[in-house]
């Protein structure tokens, strides 16, 4: 067929639906950076070019196993170095979301809360600004005045007035280009920051999304390509067992044919024949399962073949 394509559907979500608090809490999470992704066309940034896509990368940062709040002085520390890390990566400055001036529009994020800057004005009256540039304010008075103003999107729902602790907490950051060059530029960044990111930070555990799904799906294909050379190695090794027992390069030529045409075999009723175009992740179980069964029934015949061959005798 022109244009194959191996497509596999990368959605755990598709595949089984959980009713725990925890997959409620995560649709919840989702739902509400969709709404507020959908509120971004108002007036306070500039207006989006007609081929350009807005696209939100959020970073969720989660306290590390025995610390039971992410709002520690070394985690917030550690979330502002992070996310200037992010803010001076290459290439940043061509996909931020501007605004009027022109210049980035700064992150959703706690940060720019935990660390505001103080400007005088005038004698007796100071103007703070949440950019994240300023130093390290009060941290549970920053925290109080999040249930004064209602802000629950930084903090988890176990958050409240005498719990004023939170096992995470998340930023979001507005990225506008082209498709193509969106999902380019957070794979370099994937790549070259993101990657190392848990390496380098002790106090803060950092995972991340994106609407396009660009990193999740990059990751799992990386993970599966490991698994498929994996599978290719006891491919191999198997061959060298065969070898060993049935002492004969035609039958374990052969063999090996046999397991092999079957995936082709497999695929083909698969993708032609019923006509499902997307694999899952648990189709690519068969590679092991398949292999392993297939060998497991050239020794069963094999041993047929020769115990009958001895009984004859």
């Given amino acids: 067929r022109d244009n194959f394509e ?3 559907d990368f959605d ?3 595949y089984i639906v959980d009713e725990s608090p925890m997959f409620k809490q995560n649709e919840a999470v989702e739902s509400a950076i969709d ?4 509120s971004l066309s108002g007036s306070s940034g500039r207006r989006l070019e007609s081929q350009d896509m807005l696209l939100w990368v959020t970073f969720f940062y989660i306290a590390p196993e025995g610390t039971r709040t992410v709002f520690t002085p070394e985690a917030l520390t550690e979330m502002r170095d992070f996310e200037l890390s992010v803010r001076s990566f290459l ?4 996909v931020c979301r501007k605004v009027d001036d022109g210049s980035c529009r700064p992150p959703d994020s706690p940060v720019n809360v935990f ?5 005088a004005v005038g004698q007796d009256s100071v103007s703070y600004q949440q950019d994240g540039t300023g130093e390290l304010q009060d941290i549970d008075q920053v925290l109080q005045g999040f249930l004064v103003d209602g802000v629950h999107w930084y903090v988890d729902r176990d958050f409240t007035s005498e719990n004023r602790v939170s096992s995470s907490t998340r930023t979001v950051f507005e990225l506008v280009g082209k498709k193509d060059q969106l999902a380019k530029w957070t794979l370099q960044l994937h790549k070259d920051l993101l990657v190392k990111a848990n390496a380098r930070y002790k106090h803060v555990d950092i995972v991340w999304v994106d609407g396009l799904r660009v990193l999740s799906d990059h990751e799992m294909w990386q993970v599966m390509f490991h698994d498929v050379i994996y599978a290719f190695g006891a491919f191999g090794l198997i061959g060298v067992i065969l070898f060993v027992k049935l002492r004969s390069v035609v039958l374990v030529g052969t063999c ?4 092999g045409m079957s995936f082709v075999e497999a695929w083909f009723f698969y993708h032609v024949v019923f006509g499902w175009m997307r694999m899952t992740l648990l189709n690519l179980v068969a590679l092991f399962f398949g292999t392993g069964i297939a060998v497991d029934d050239v020794f069963v015949f094999h041993e047929l073949y020769a115990r009958d061959e001895h009984l004859s005798a």
């Fill in 12 to 14: 755990i979500a598709g």
């Fill in 6 to 8: 191996f497509e596999v």
């Fill in 115 to 119: 660390f505001r800057s103080a400007t």
């Fill in 91 to 94: 290439g940043y400055s061509t």
């Fill in 256 to 259: 090996m044919w046999c397991i």
């Fill in 35 to 38: 709404d507020q992704v959908l």
